[in-house]
């Protein structure tokens, strides 16, 4: 199924939710019950299977004489058949039992913030739902519940409320319980325990459809169709009903805290998401003059916080999150849509009203308040402690490596263009467009410096970068995701949403080029012709020197080539392929060997492959490349 048909199946299985969400349910949980038939077949026919070559076995093995003859002969076939089993099953059953990570944060006890844990118990009185066993405050703009169970999809379910503490700090406490009750909402109403049970069954089939994908020869060709058709379908029924739990959560907490506070809360939430987003921004720019991370970043965005945001700005946050467009795989609706089920029209959308009393943060930790800043701005530092410092020494290299380029009397086309480039991320308060068009005027069709260009102008706002955008994709293949990436960005940015999904269309089809390469890429087929290897002289030189200087125990010979992937000529990888001696073999040191020549930093990519077992075929295929292939031995 691809994203049209999904997102058509999903469209018209949101009108039949509408019309009758009960019976929606009832037909998603029957989808369900469906799915574990086939988790129960799949099972079966494993453990069938296994069952089955243990039998045989024995069998065998007990009637002595010519049986074992045959039994030896066949020990290869018997062990090819049970081992895909195995992992296959294992796999399913380790799905199964699949646990969610334990949600992190600084926990909150009653006797810290007795107003938002009475808050709390007439939350949970009112709306009739359970306790939340853990509330942990998080370094989010964002607010969650996780149900945790104790086996997988089933037992005894944690509930955890996840707080972000920068969210906290710049909205009233009725418009933060509001958020806290659609979280709420999602435990408390008729589809709670229903709808945390599906979103876990909805993980647990993504595993399966990722291993069964892996999976090769014959089981895969009889597995992941099976999957491959069940998957998707359940995956469009729940995605609709995830988005009916949203408006059902949202209607929740409008009844709870009032339908004011529920709007001027959604919107609140998405002006302060934007406005910390940009908060650090600004500090990680800092990155090139600070060699730490500050140490008071929460203290910093208190501080931020006491000064109210531009108004321009402000508006302009609300107004790009209420133009934001639906995903076919976002399970959240957009906020023009939520605020529109509130029975806010669309002429009565405006700002949220300016905070004027004490934060949601102040009111509930009071004066804790301080202690939690300094405890989660610790923690910040120290997760980002040494990227900062690798970056800011990297930084530092490369304004030197700028300056360096600056005072050379004569640069190479390719010191120009890092000069520039350099120079348009250090100093990007200029306009380097006419020094970057007058570069590719000069050099031709420069993929590297055509994109540079189209990225600056863009920047800029200047369409003209799509064109060379476009110009790049035609002469770099490989250029086509970032590409991509940067044309979606600047046009979902103006609302321009038709013509980013054509660019999301493009990156979609590269990706899955590129994944279907890296699975070809990653099984290495014995079937595949083989052909001189085609490096320069100096590097095929260098891979000659670093293999004359290791330790060439239980190693005979050493062979560099080419395989060919069917399909296309251009689709080629170098093999290091290795034959052991007899010795070797009968010690069985292949992955000894193997994971010793794999720790080399090698001068080009290469797969290292032994010549034995099921690539013992390519042996003679490598022996025709003759002195070009053999590289020791």
């Not at 999904?6 to 019976?23: N, T, Y």
């Not at 989808?31 to 045989?56: D, E, Q, R, Y």
């Not at 943060?361 to 405890?375: T, Y």
């Not at 005027?441 to 540079?452: I, W």
Request: hydrophobic content about 45%; overall charge neutral; some cysteine.
């Amino acid at each position: 199924m691809d994203d049209a048909d999904f997102k058509q199946l999903v469209e018209r299985l949101e009108q039949e939710s509408e019309d009758a969400p009960g019976a929606y349910r009832v037909k998603v949980a029957g989808l369900a019950l469906l799915g574990f038939g086939i988790l129960a077949l799949l099972l079966a026919a494993i453990g069938g299977g296994l069952a089955g070559i243990v039998a045989l076995v024995a069998f065998l093995a007990l009637k002595g004489g010519s049986a074992l003859v045959l039994l030896a002969k066949a020990g290869k076939a018997i062990f090819l058949l049970a081992v895909p089993l195995w992992y296959m099953g294992k796999s399913a059953i380790r799905a199964l039992l699949i646990r969610l990570p334990v949600p992190e944060g600084r926990e909150i006890r009653r006797g810290e913030a007795p107003v938002l844990f009475e808050g709390l118990d007439r939350m949970r009185k009112r709306m009739n739902g359970p306790a939340f066993h853990h509330v942990l405050l998080v370094n989010e703009v964002n607010a969650a519940v996780v149900q945790r169970p104790a086996w997988g999809l089933v037992g005894w379910p944690r509930n955890y409320l996840l707080l972000g503490l920068p969210l906290l700090e710049c909205m009233p406490p009725r418009e933060a319980f509001a958020v806290v009750a659609h979280e709420y909402g999602h435990l408390a109403g008729s589809h709670g325990r229903f709808s945390a049970f599906i979103y876990r069954l909805r993980t647990t089939w993504g595993t399966i459809q990722d291993f069964t994908e892996q999976v090769e020869g014959w089981l895969g060709k009889a597995v992941a169709p099976l999957v491959r058709w069940y998957a998707p379908y359940f995956n469009a029924y729940t995605f609709v009903l995830a988005r009916t739990n949203e408006y059902e959560a949202d209607a929740a907490s409008a009844r709870l805290v009032g339908k004011d506070n529920a709007a001027h809360a959604l919107k609140r939430v998405n002006v302060a998401s934007s406005r910390h987003d940009r908060f650090m921004e600004l500090t990680f720019e800092r990155i090139r003059h600070e060699p730490q991370p500050p140490a008071d970043l929460m203290h910093r965005w208190a501080a931020h916080l006491d000064q109210p945001a531009p108004a321009a700005d402000a508006s302009l946050w609300l107004q790009k999150a209420l133009d934001r467009q639906a995903s076919v795989w976002d399970t959240h609706p957009t906020l023009r849509a939520r605020l529109a089920a509130l029975g806010v029209t669309a002429d009565a959308i405006d700002l949220p009203p300016p905070e004027t009393d004490e934060s949601a943060a102040r009111a509930w930790f009071g004066k804790r308040l301080e202690l939690l800043r300094k405890q989660l701005q610790s923690e910040w530092v120290q997760r980002v402690q040494e990227p900062w410092a690798e970056r800011h020494e990297a930084a530092k290299q490369q304004v030197e490596r700028l300056a360096g380029l600056r005072r050379q009397a004569t640069r190479s086309s390719d010191e120009e263009l890092e000069m520039l480039r350099l120079a348009l991320r250090f100093e990007p308060e200029q306009d380097w467009r006419e020094a970057l068009a007058a570069f590719n005027a000069e050099n031709g069709d420069h993929p590297l410096g055509l994109f540079t260009e189209a990225t600056a102008r863009l920047e800029k706002g200047d369409r003209d970068g799509l064109k060379l955008l476009d110009r790049v994709m035609e002469l770099d293949e490989d250029a086509i995701k970032p590409a991509c990436d940067v044309a979606y960005g600047f046009l979902k940015e103006r609302g321009e949403h038709d013509v980013a999904d054509v660019y999301l269309q493009r990156w979609k089809r590269r990706d899955e080029k590129e994944t279907r390469h890296h699975k070809a890429l990653s099984n290495v087929d014995p079937k595949h012709p083989v052909v001189p290897h085609g490096l320069e002289d100096k590097v095929a030189d260098a891979i000659r020197a670093t293999i004359a200087s290791l330790d060439h125990e239980h190693v005979k010979a050493i062979y560099l080539g080419r395989r060919v992937l069917p399909g296309s000529e251009k689709m080629t990888q170098l093999l290091l392929a290795v034959e052991l001696t007899w010795w070797g073999q009968y010690r069985d040191q292949q992955g000894a060997v193997v994971n010793r020549l794999a720790e080399i930093e090698w001068p080009v990519e290469l797969m290292i492959i032994s010549l034995d077992h099921q690539y013992k075929p390519m042996k003679k295929k490598f022996r025709a490349l003759g002195g070009e292939g053999l590289v020791h031995g």
